[in-house]
């Protein structure tokens, strides 16, 4: 299926059960809520995913659970967290085995590559497979920028057509517009910033706190690109102290916490996380519970149409 970068993409949690296996059911729990509320295609495998902690063998089992359960309702992005290229390019090759529609794509994991070290990189790996792929640009956590000058060297890697835009540096929305105009679609990947880059011309949302509360973050896209802006900005506020959630060294465990509140997940994370305990669970409970007391009641936003925006 060809991708339409644009509108909300959840990085899914991986869940798991009290033995720590993959939680399937628990996972199609959530999954069933994601496309109730409209979200727009699916992200495994990513930072939420706990990617770094899962074998080759459970992302399969991962992936192709999710892929027969959507049933090409919406895409299905696998992301690919290696330290090689040459493991990158195994994933790359496996994930079109496994059924699915795209891939998230990070620079080299540990060390931290160059410009044209970066740029090769990505074009091995895009050179294998011809799935389209979004780019993740998260120089704050990965400590790699995937800078303007690396994407004018791949502006001709067609496979190469959407970034999710991390930097947390909103005025880089402009500036890849300003360079780029249409050729890259730019997903904003920072929960707290969301709705600002949207408003700058963002296509769409890579959303952590999606993954408890799907209908408010597709509301607020929908609305946004609706041109509803007072409405969107109203759920934006009250969304924004669980959003906060999403840029903490603990979004798994905040997120996951928030799931199991709401009734669409468990707490369980795997080792070397530890579930939350003691005050600090009791503050995330606060933020959550406190969010819920006061939760907004949503319009009609399924029904909302896109407005036509030249930027």
Not at 103 to 129: G, I
Request: net charge negative.
């Amino acid at each position: 299926m060809a991708i339409d970068w644009k509108g909300v993409f959840p990085a899914l949690t991986t869940k798991f059960d009290s033995n720590d296996e993959l939680d399937l059911p628990a996972f199609e729990k959530n999954l069933r809520a994601q496309l109730k509320a409209g979200v727009d295609g699916l992200i495994l495998g990513g930072t939420l995913g706990e990617s770094s902690t899962l074998t080759v063998e459970e992302k399969e089992r991962l992936v192709k659970f999710c892929v027969e359960k959507t049933a090409g309702a919406v895409p299905v992005v696998m992301n690919i967290a290696e330290g090689s290229t040459r493991e990158a390019i195994r994933q790359a090759k496996l994930a079109k085995e496994w059924g699915v529609d795209g891939l998230m794509l990070l620079p080299p994991m540990r060390y931290k590559t160059d410009h044209r070290e970066t740029v090769a990189y990505f074009k091995e790996v895009a050179a294998v497979t011809d799935l389209p792929i979004i780019l993740y640009n998260n120089p704050v956590d990965y400590k790699t920028e995937i800078t303007l000058g690396m994407f004018d060297d791949l502006v001709d890697v067609p496979t190469i057509q959407a970034v999710k835009e991390s930097t947390r540096d909103t005025t880089n929305i402009t500036r890849m517009l300003n360079r780029f105009g249409q050729r890259f679609r730019l997903l904003c990947g920072v929960d707290t910033i969301a709705m600002e880059e949207m408003l700058l011309g963002g296509h769409g949302w890579v959303a952590g706190l999606v993954c408890a509360f799907p209908a408010e973050t597709v509301a607020i896209y929908r609305l946004v690109k609706a041109g509803r802006i007072e409405e969107a900005a109203a759920i934006y506020r009250w969304f924004m102290p669980l959003l906060e959630l999403d840029i903490h060294v603990k979004l798994v465990q905040y997120i996951k916490l928030a799931e199991a509140q709401v009734g669409i997940g468990t707490e369980n994370v795997r080792s070397p996380r530890l579930m939350l305990v003691g005050k600090e669970r009791e503050h995330v409970l606060s933020v959550i519970n406190n969010a819920l007391a006061v939760r907004p009641e949503l319009p009609d936003y399924l029904s909302l149409n896109e407005k036509k925006v030249t930027v």
